[in-house]
């Protein structure tokens, strides 16, 4: 039995998560490939028996990139795969999957678990969304853990588990999902540097959207931003400005050793 884990993670949460699964599944001597969706691979060259994706989640809704990364680079697959959803996001309410189901579908690919899991807010461009409380951190990343084995039994057992979003609202998240992943990356623009810049180019190099352009060595963001935040959270000295205010840096951290786990000495 072989499990495929693909994911996508701007800031590191959904990573760490994806982390998790394999190594619930590596304790119980399954085959794990994992691999992120920037990595580029040629899925027509994996084989197979179930898959989990991972993503964290916009508007309500799964981060658009992951799914026309599905759409173009998953194969229809001969047999019927069970298929694992899994979302990260900074509060405790329940994704609209139906987009995601039906595109699997129509790749042979069975969803049959669907779970969200409220990790950290890695986001603070806006006044409104704040910080999360590293004692709030702690207890998400210990509910997370507590939950990855059972939902791992039920996935392997072919069991059912998924969250269920009211009909009328699921046109309404898309629509909305959708419009902002189209209109929000005309505020990217408002990305600057200031005067501490290194000119190191990593935020040129991390950016999965390609946005970030270094010109006489200073990053240029134009208008087709993801605001995944990596740019932000990963620069070494805080330089990126939005709206020309400084704005907080998230780091995702590692999950705390478990109970069960002996610290090494």
């Known amino acids: 039995m072989t499990i495929l884990i693909l994911y996508f993670s701007g800031t590191g949460n959904t990573k760490r998560v994806a982390e998790e699964f394999k190594a619930c599944l590596l304790k119980r001597k399954v085959s794990v490939i994992i691999h992120s969706i920037e990595e580029h691979i040629d899925l027509a060259n994996i084989s197979y028996d179930f898959l989990i994706i991972g993503f964290p989640k916009y508007y309500e809704y799964p981060v658009m990139l992951m799914l026309r990364y599905l759409k173009h680079h998953l194969q229809r697959s001969e047999k019927s795969i069970p298929s694992l959803a899994f979302c990260t996001q900074a509060s405790p309410l329940q994704t609209d999957f139906t987009g995601l189901e039906r595109l699997l579908r129509n790749k042979n690919h069975r969803l049959t678990v669907e779970v969200s899991f409220p990790y950290a807010n890695n986001m603070m461009i806006f006044n409104a969304f704040r910080s999360t409380e590293p004692s709030k951190l702690i207890k998400n990343q210990k509910y997370i853990r507590e939950q990855i084995d059972p939902i791992v039994d039920l996935f392997l057992k072919g069991e059912i588990s998924k969250e269920h979003t009211k009909a009328w609202q699921r046109p309404l998240i898309y629509l909305v999902a959708a419009a902002c992943t189209k209109l929000m ?59 020309k205010r400084k704005c907080p840096q998230y780091k995702c951290e590692p999950f705390l050793p478990s109970t069960e786990e002996k610290p090494s000495v």
């Open 185 to 243: 990356p005309v505020f990217a623009m408002r990305f600057t540097v200031d005067e501490s810049c290194t000119h190191c180019a990593l935020c040129a190099k991390g950016c999965p959207m390609k946005n970030i352009k270094m010109v006489q060595g200073f990053p240029v963001f134009q208008n087709h931003c993801l605001f995944c935040m990596r740019c932000i959270n990963s620069c070494p000295v805080n330089a990126i400005r939005y709206n």
